[in-house]
């Protein structure tokens, strides 16, 4: 997923007693039952990689996904729970090998038949090597996956050897590993099921994808709008409310804005931070601002020598109370982020995984501790922290800025912390993936899937995907592995907080403030809420 | 003329080169682009070689550029990340930012010139002071804020426009826009006029040709005017290429979809087959507005000749 780079999201804590009302009733012969014909617009972004369910890594792409086609799971927007959605039954003995059924009577938009082989096609494709799919890694757990996708080399297979079709309606997979979690992270985008048109005229598709959800592409006009329309005949159980939606490209999520006030527009999903003081008076209720799964924080380079000494430890935990969490989110966040208190994000719930305060004193501000606990360390390696972060987007150089301000006051130093902008996401993004840095760096995560193993692994495992800090604990990695192998999902989650508090000990990464979702919308609408990717739940929209 | 038209043309080829690949250069210098297609996740690395190789990261920069042009000369300006052929992102974006130039031209020619003869022949006047200062704040405020107040003013506040140009961009919605991408320029069109018409103004051949009788209008049309344009005409055909690539801002503003909204998206995105393949447009139009300039001044003045 891509980070959070947008500043616009944001929370405060009224707002979710907002959202609360606003996503209340359900609807059933409320209040004004809406207009089930009319089509809303909303603001979009053109997506960054081709619109394929493996390929799109990206929150806007993602949102037309989750709009046009459903998977085995769904998860609920309110709770963030894994549903059973196209899946009758997911059943495993051994938390390694899985038997899949399909339900009965789905289809695509375009009449073909949703079957056990419409999603072992789509697990393969996506996974091929050859078909440079981005998210191919969420394959990784198929055992064969290593032979279609080899780190180096051409593949050696076309399909995985983990996959089997058993009949019309049931597959079986096989992991090359115990994962108990693998059901929750099948309603994540790239799971879904494709049609055969997908293949068979590949460009065709592209232009005008045809999927199974609630809504269905009637045009699309690359770099400048989607038109959706309500697929009327939709088998699930979560059908559209409303006749369509129309989603128009912005350049500037000002712009949109500005339509929204003027009448032009009716739902905006990213409200611009420049707009965020005034948006409860332009507004007022159709304002919302709900926590989603993104989290920030500071990550370090521990393959440089300098941060991988014994006392590195204390620098870390040093810099950490050094920062004024509540104060930053208040004033240049306008209250819209939360402090963290760990590592995951309190969208995962207390069942989930979150756990308020893990963190402990070491993510409380206290200037005279701080500054105790880097003299001991050693002191700042060279001297001084260099904070490195992509300029280009979203506000980073404000908070870097005031981060590196909390830092010189509470270490009183003047030169103990500057900002290092890159110009561009990607070169930032190059130098990080590279070991390039010699300092801490800003690093967002936005969640897959709404489990703690995905706050955890991908980022601080030993070599993983986005461990970009090259950080290693044998402890850290034997506890994952032990909390994937546990079948009990309270035991697993007990287990990831094992884990986390060894990330904790170790300050691999320090935890800065949750990031919010933010929507805007004009009175057409109502029953407008962000599920806990932060994206609207459109079909549940209703319209006049 | 013909021979010159020729050489001016055989001229353009080094500078073409020049530039082109002085923008490669630059776009390749921002570093590996692959790195930021995977968001925040690092892309797998054999996913990364395979798009590397698939866009041709793989080789070093001169069999790179040579690859690129090579192709651009039978028409393949190549493929942008979204998967997207660059020519087909070209035919979507320039004939809307070619609109709003046209528009930013006509109104910087319209009222520009008009408003530059009016002060020019009135000196010192109560309109002249006006006009002046009036001029002297356009340039003064950046085209941001000038567009942003009057997409609220007359967007938001009045209801007279919508605050967005619709994605087919009609010549009807990209009026307020083609304002306030030309005002700048369009206060020096005033001056520059208004200064060289006060200076021709007591130039011998107007006094001839008021003393022959002429009327005025014909006075000031033909022949205080004609040799007046000429500065004026240098500015506005430099002006050309200079509102087709700058119209980022205004673009952002307005939410058009033109070349200043996908060269934006190519820098940020580090799309590399994106920017140069519209700055290499750019660059031709820049050359050719200039040539076409020059011919003018033969037209405006038949003094000037070339060999």
């Known amino acids: 997923m891509r980070g959070a780079t947008h500043a616009g999201r944001a929370a405060c804590a009224v707002a979710v007693a907002l959202a609360a009302t606003a996503c209340g009733g359900g609807g059933d012969g409320g209040e004004g039952s809406g207009d089930v014909g009319a089509v809303l617009s909303s603001s979009w972004t053109d997506p960054q990689n081709p619109l394929e369910p493996a390929n799109t890594n990206e929150v806007q792409g993602g949102k037309v996904l989750s709009m046009i086609f459903r998977g085995l799971k769904q998860y609920n927007p309110k709770t963030g729970a894994a549903e059973d959605m196209l899946a009758e039954k997911i059943e495993t003995s051994d938390s390694r090998n899985y038997t899949i059924t399909v339900k009965d009577g789905w289809t695509f938009s375009n009449g073909e038949k949703v079957t056990a082989q419409s999603f072992v096609d789509a697990w393969n494709y996506g996974a091929s090597l050859k078909n440079n799919q981005k998210n191919a890694y969420f394959f990784s757990y198929i055992e064969g996956y290593d032979k279609v996708h080899p780190e180096k080399g051409g593949q050696s297979a076309d399909t995985m050897s983990g996959l089997k079709v058993v009949d019309e309606r049931t597959f079986t997979v096989r992991l090359s590993q115990k994962f108990s979690s693998f059901p929750d992270t099948l309603g994540y985008n790239a799971f879904v099921p494709l049609p055969r048109a997908f293949y068979d005229d590949h460009a065709g598709w592209l232009a005008k994808p045809v999927g199974n959800g609630p809504y269905a592409v009637e045009s699309y006009t690359k770099g400048s709008e989607m038109r959706l329309t309500k697929w009327d005949t939709y088998p699930g159980p979560d059908a559209a409310r409303n006749g369509g939606v129309t989603l128009k490209v912005y350049t500037d999520n000002n712009t949109a804005y500005t339509d929204l006030m003027a009448g032009n527009l009716d739902l905006v999903d990213d409200v611009p931070a420049q707009q965020l003081k005034n948006v409860r008076s332009d507004l007022g209720d159709r304002y919302l601002n709900t926590p989603a799964g993104i989290i920030q924080t500071l990550a370090f380079p521990h393959y440089d020598k300098e941060w991988n000494t014994a006392g590195a430890v204390k620098v870390r935990k040093g810099l950490s109370r050094a920062i004024d969490r509540e104060q930053i989110t208040a004033t240049i966040f306008h209250k819209t982020r939360t402090p963290a208190t760990d590592w995951t994000s309190p969208v995962l719930g207390k069942d989930g995984g979150y756990k308020a305060g893990l963190c402990g004193e070491w993510c409380r501000y206290d200037a005279a501790a701080a500054k105790k606990l880097v003299k001991e360390g050693g002191g700042l390696p060279g001297g001084q922290v260099k904070i490195t972060y992509n300029a280009d987007t979203g506000s980073h150089k404000l908070w870097v800025d005031a981060v590196c301000n909390s830092i010189n006051n509470a270490l009183g130093n003047d030169r103990a912390c500057v900002g290092n902008p890159i110009g561009t996401f990607a070169d930032f993004r190059s130098k990080s993936t590279t070991q390039k840095l010699s300092g801490p760096f800003r690093a967002g995560w936005q969640m897959d899937y709404p489990l703690t193993q995905n706050f955890l692994q991908p980022l601080y495992y030993t070599n993983a995907s986005s461990n970009d800090g090259k950080w290693s604990s044998e402890e850290f990695d034997r506890l994952v592995d032990e909390a994937n192998a546990e079948t009990d999902p309270a035991k697993a989650v007990e287990m990831f907080q094992k884990a986390e508090e060894v990330v904790r000990d170790n300050m691999a990464a320090i935890p800065l403030w949750y990031q919010n979702g933010s929507a805007g919308w004009s009175p057409r609408l109502s029953n407008v809420s962000l599920n806990p990717f932060s994206v609207p739940v459109y079909n549940e929209i209703k319209v006049g | ?307």
Request: net charge positive; proline share 4%; hydrophobic share 50%.
């Open chain 2, 1 to 307: 003329m013909g021979r010159y038209v020729v050489r001016r043309l055989l001229q353009m080829v080094p500078v073409f080169i020049g530039a082109t690949l002085l923008i490669f250069l630059m776009v390749n210098v921002m570093g590996d682009p692959v790195a930021g297609l995977c968001g925040d996740r690092q892309c797998d690395a054999a996913t990364a070689a395979q798009l590397r190789k698939e866009f041709g990261l793989d080789q070093p920069v001169w069999q790179q550029y040579l690859t690129y042009m090579g192709n651009v000369f039978t028409g393949d300006f190549g493929t942008a990340f979204n998967g997207q052929e660059v020519t087909e992102l070209m035919s979507t974006a320039f004939p809307v930012t070619f609109r709003l130039t046209v528009v930013a031209i006509l109104f910087e020619i319209v009222i520009g010139i008009t408003l530059g003869v009016l002060t020019g022949l009135r000196r010192g006047h109560p309109v002249d002071t006006g006009v002046l200062l009036l001029t002297l704040v356009v340039i003064s405020v950046p085209t941001f804020v000038t567009g942003l107040l009057l997409q609220l003013l007359l967007g938001v506040e009045w209801g007279w426009i919508r605050p967005s140009v619709s994605p087919a961009a009609p010549f009807g919605e990209l009026l307020l826009p083609g304002l306030v991408l030309a005002s700048v320029s369009l206060a020096y069109v005033t001056r520059l006029t208004r200064t060289s018409i006060a200076e021709n103004r007591r130039a011998d051949y107007v006094r001839t040709a008021i003393a022959k009788g002429l009327p005025r209008h014909r006075v000031v049309t033909r022949h205080l005017l004609r040799n007046s344009l000429i500065p004026v005409v240098t500015f506005i055909g430099a002006d050309i290429g200079f509102l087709m690539g700058g119209a980022i801002v205004t673009e952002r503003i307005f939410n058009i979809h033109g070349v200043g909204y996908q060269l934006y998206q190519g820098i940020l995105r580090q799309n590399t087959q994106t920017v140069v393949g519209f700055v290499t447009v750019l660059v031709l139009v820049f050359l050719l507005c200039n040539l076409v300039v020059d011919l003018l001044y033969a037209v405006l003045d038949p003094r000037i000749r070339y060999a």
